[in-house]
């Protein structure tokens, strides 16, 4: 059984969070997209269906 990670990581992405995610899923080994999250609504500055959070593991460490 793998000891759970004591600390995690977490990137900011401009606009770009899930792109990135999807990049570092397909290039390193134990990585993977998990839930990606949207804006319900707009915002002061961006609209509704944007994404706000991706969770992301990157060789075997939450990201």
Same mark, same amino acid.
């Given at each position: *059984?793998? #000891?759970? !990670? +004591?600390? *995690? %990581?977490?990137?900011? $992405? @401009?606009?770009?969070? +899930?792109? %990135?995610?999807?990049? $570092? !899923?397909? #290039?390193?080994?134990?990585?993977?997209?998990?839930?990606?999250?949207?804006?319900?609504? @707009?915002?002061?500055?961006? +609209? +509704?269906? @944007? %994404?706000?959070?991706?969770?992301? #593991? %990157? *060789?075997?460490? !939450? !990201?």
């Amino acid at each position: *059984m793998r #000891t759970p !990670a +004591k600390n *995690m %990581v977490c990137f900011w $992405y @401009d606009g770009h969070a +899930k792109d %990135v995610a999807r990049f $570092y !899923a397909v #290039t390193f080994p134990e990585s993977s997209v998990g839930a990606v999250h949207n804006a319900p609504g @707009d915002f002061p500055s961006g +609209k +509704k269906g @944007d %994404v706000l959070t991706v969770e992301f #593991t %990157v *060789m075997g460490s !939450a !990201a």
